[in-house]
């Protein structure tokens, strides 16, 4: 599917056009105005499915504060930018710890202090903020002289486009998603009263239905590993 495409459909949601019309230059031009608008806001919702990474880091010695994104201490794949961490583990040698999800930085701050004076290869705690340009990333305690590695989940932005004759490849819903959600970003902009209600019901279905696959596929805190000293 094209990303004209998406413009055509949500412009017969709106009632616009009907299916049989060929969509105007005019209007095809008026929705690209939005349409990387919406994906920006789509991404500030966490809607990651198509655009989440999972890394592997070194740590460093003694250092438990890192920075996560392009030109940080853990430099993403791609110099992508990193909007959210979602999961985490750490291994040294064939000693694994999985710890599900980040703690927040409040979190984090309170569980540290009770591994004050520890060292270990891996971290028992891992906290993160979603801070922009870079992520802050905290672990704990600090690695040791032979420290290990840290597996992060991220999820970045959904890219935007650059014309409207772009290909899209995105898992199944997204571009039911997209369609319903464009409809409503531009329903200020051509009004039809006897469709907004469907509009915005089928845009917050299309949503949820993406949010639960997310929730489905997100990595759940598992129970730890031992500890490499």
């Known amino acids: 599917m094209l990303v004209s495409d998406v413009f055509q459909q949500a412009f017969e949601d709106l009632g616009v056009i009907t299916a049989n019309e ?16 919406m994906l920006d806001s789509l991404s500030a919702e966490g809607l990651e499915v198509p655009n989440q990474i999972m890394q592997t880091f070194g740590l460093s010695a003694g250092v438990e504060a890192y920075t996560l994104g392009s030109g940080g201490t853990f430099a993403t794949t791609g110099g992508a930018r990193a909007m959210k961490v979602t999961a985490w583990r750490a291994a040294y040698g064939g000693v694994l710890q999985n710890g ?10 309170s569980a540290s202090r009770q591994s004050l004076g ?7 705690v891992v906290g993160a903020d979603t801070s922009y340009p870079l992520i802050n990333i905290r672990v704990a305690p600090p690695p040791s002289a ?3 590695t840290l597996e992060l989940a991220y999820y970045t932005p959904l890219s935007n486009n650059v014309t409207a004759g772009d290909t899209l490849a995105l898992p199944p819903g997204w571009n039911s998603l997209l ?7 531009l329903y ?8 907004k209600d469907l ?13 639960l696959q ?16």
């Open 22 to 37: 060929t969509i105007p230059t005019a209007l095809a031009t008026d929705a690209f105005t939005q349409w990387n608008e």
């Open 179 to 185: 369609e319903w959600n464009l409809a409503k970003h």
């Open 214 to 229: 997310n929730a489905m596929q997100s990595p759940a805190p598992n129970a730890s590993a031992p500890e490499g000293q």
């Open 100 to 109: 599900g999800k980040p703690l927040s930085m409040a979190e984090f701050g």
């Open 146 to 148: 032979a420290p290990g």
């Open 199 to 211: 509009i915005w019901q089928m845009a917050q279905e299309k949503k949820d239905a993406i949010k």
């Open 118 to 124: 520890e060292t270990t290869s891996i971290p028992k």
């Open 188 to 195: 200020s902009r051509y009004p039809s009263p006897s469709r």
